[in-house]
């Protein structure tokens, strides 16, 4: 049975920072590509973020580029999201998804987290 379980979430202040892990548990981690989407409420789900399974290139949606990295460890079959100079349109619920197709979009993921909360206050 795959798992992926998020963790790092919290409130925290505009500016400040926070890190997402999440761990998975029962697939080959290597193989897959793995990324985080966030969603507000009455949104859709959109894409944050992504690292390739093979070459560890990495991907990033506009909105966050230069204040979020993602980086994963094979050894431990955990990636992670550093985010940086959080500010309040940054609040959404993060997931974690992987993917073993050759594109990493939404429609490509196999397996997704449940979800944590991010808040950042002004």
């Known amino acids: 049975q795959v798992q992926l379980v998020e963790s790092g979430g919290g409130l925290v202040q505009a500016g400040g920072s926070l890190r997402l892990s999440c761990a998975a548990s029962?697939?080959?981690?290597?193989?897959?590509?793995m990324g985080w989407f966030r969603r507000v409420p009455g949104k859709e789900r959109e894409f944050v973020a992504a690292?390739?399974?093979?070459?560890?290139?990495?991907f990033y949606a506009d909105s966050v580029k230069g204040r979020f990295t993602i980086s994963r460890d094979n050894a431990k079959s955990t990636v992670y999201l550093q985010m940086n100079s959080l500010k309040p349109e940054d609040t959404a619920v993060y997931y974690c998804?992987?993917?073993?197709?050759?594109?990493?979009?939404?429609?490509?993921?196999?397996?997704w987290g449940q979800g944590t909360q991010v808040t950042v206050s002004s």
């Open positions: 998804a992987a993917s073993g197709g050759s594109l990493f979009s939404i429609v490509t993921v196999n397996y």
């Open positions: 029962g697939l080959t981690f290597s193989s897959y590509s």
């Open positions: 690292i390739a399974r093979s070459s560890g290139s990495t």
